[in-house]
């Protein structure tokens, strides 16, 4: 590879030391992978991949000739001063668009670096004898840059739509799909066409390629509504690691391809994964919602008013009290409350009057994979204690008490009924089977981030309390010690 017959330019020999690093950190991003799989061995998982990536990172500055050490220091510093401070400044509710918005950075990158690599090829190494770019470093950098493109792009839209500055409803254009075929077809061809041409005629290619690429990022993400989100956010992941693999080829860096294949692939196998758990076709979610249908996509309204019953915190405290088995569902309206802790004190007082408690958690809970998962971790539940919805979904039917904590969605039994519904087939938990239903909202007014009424409201067996989430668990707290 071209970097590892820099590090040894007399010779243009691999150096078998880089090399070896390389695959240290490679090894240490499996591991990470590895470690990230489950929440007890996540903070490990963490460790692995910060120490692969300063092995990485280091190796690459050794072995290649750096123009300013010095400048390249003050940038490491600086980016490492605004990460840190927005990991610690940053909530955990905004967590899911931080990652979209590195996710767009990473793809920004992506097309930095080929744009780099295209105006000053020699700083490279990728100009063959006859002074041009060769054809296969030209379909490396093109595709680099593509990738790249659309997820900058479509992490805007990602991040739009997680933070509220965008409808997360689906926002279908017409002829969307003879439009996205159309600008994919483009960015082929454009690839093609650069990869052949002579070097006078590669500029308005490489230009065109780009702007396609950016277009088609905000074509893909548009239309797929909230509910879809989460399957959004581990798809980009993807997309930002073969991103950094196709220009890790552009820069002979082995690191960087393994290092991509490795996200890459984790993230398109996050993202079949999540679409399994929500009755979603892959390849219809990665072609920006190709199978949607236009008169469906969770208008945001709110059907007609029904009857509904609502209770205080003396009443949920005292039914609680009663019960011998309670489910607690968290959902995202506990992320914005920042309930998990008085939820899990809750849960406490409870086991010490007698009463079992689990939570039970949805693959798509919260804004992204895991979000309710580190939630409760950072409130220090018992992980023996959290289970997926394949676990514990059977349980409802002998549960005493299902306890919903800002979670909509995925207790709506709309998913199973209503074929007209943006959430039909998404998988839900079966509270409508469990003796007494809790749930608390905000209010009646709103609907769930997919934008559908819930029938669980108007249930028999429901309760709402109605206020906010934190609020109403510390009161039930004060009055189960009473």
């Not at 017959?5 to 991003?29: K, R």
């Not at 904590?405 to 509270?431: E, L, R």
Request: aromatic share 8%; with cysteine; glycine share 12%.
């Amino acid at each position: 590879m071209r970097a590892l017959e820099a590090a040894d330019p007399a010779h243009g020999a691999v150096n078998p030391w880089v090399a070896l690093a390389y695959l240290i950190a490679g090894v240490c991003f499996i591991l990470a992978l590895r470690g990230l799989s489950h929440p007890t061995t996540s903070r490990a998982g963490n460790r692995y991949g910060m120490v692969g990536m300063l092995i990485a990172v280091v190796t690459t500055l050794v072995t290649h000739d750096v123009a300013n050490i010095v400048e390249i220091g003050i940038a490491i510093l600086l980016g490492g001063i605004i990460g840190f401070t927005i990991a610690r400044r940053i909530a955990m509710t905004a967590m899911p668009e931080l990652v979209a918005a590195f996710h767009s950075l990473v793809g920004l990158a992506a097309v930095l670096v080929g744009w780099a690599a295209y105006l000053n090829p020699g700083a490279f190494g990728i100009l063959e004898a006859s002074g041009d770019i060769s054809a296969v470093s030209r379909i490396e950098m093109g595709l680099g840059i593509a990738i790249g493109a659309i997820t900058f792009s479509g992490s805007v839209i990602a991040f739009a739509k997680l933070s509220g500055k965008m409808s997360g409803s689906p926002i279908l254009l017409p002829g969307r799909h003879v439009i996205n075929l159309g600008t994919l077809a483009a960015i082929i061809v454009l690839t093609g066409l650069f990869a052949t041409a002579a070097a006078s005629g590669t500029m308005p290619l490489i230009v065109a390629l780009t702007i396609a690429a950016f277009i088609i990022g905000f074509l893909l993400i548009i239309p797929i509504g909230g509910a879809d989100m989460p399957v959004v956010v581990s798809m980009l992941n993807s997309y930002s690691g073969w991103a950094a693999a196709a220009m890790g080829f552009t820069l002979g860096n082995t690191a960087m391809i393994i290092t991509g294949a490795l996200v890459g692939s984790s993230g398109a196998i996050l993202s079949y994964i999540m679409c399994r758990a929500m009755n979603r076709s892959f390849l219809s979610v990665i072609a920006g919602g190709f199978g949607a249908d236009d008169s469906a996509g969770g208008g945001g309204e709110a059907r007609e008013q029904r009857p509904y019953k609502q209770g205080s915190a003396e009443d949920a405290a005292f039914m609680l009290k009663q019960a011998e088995k309670v489910i607690v569902i968290p959902g995202y309206g506990m992320a914005v409350a920042q309930a998990q802790h008085a939820l899990r004190e809750m849960g406490d007082l409870l086991e010490e009057q007698g009463v079992e408690v689990k939570y039970a958690i949805h693959p798509v809970a919260g804004r992204m994979p895991g979000h309710m998962n580190v939630l409760l971790a950072e409130a220090n539940v018992s992980y023996d204690k959290v289970f997926e919805l394949e676990d514990i979904n059977s349980e409802f039917a002998q549960c005493d008490v299902a306890f919903i904590i800002g979670a909509n969605d995925v207790v709506n039994p709309a998913a199973k009924t209503d074929k007209s519904s943006p959430i039909y087939g998404m998988p839900v938990f079966d509270v409508d089977k469990a003796k007494q239903v809790f749930f608390i909202k905000r209010s009646m007014g709103g609907v769930g981030y997919a934008g559908v009424d819930n029938d669980v409201f108007y249930m028999d067996q429901t309760m709402m309390l109605l206020s906010d989430a934190k609020k109403m668990v510390e009161e039930i707290n004060k009055a189960l010690g009473d």
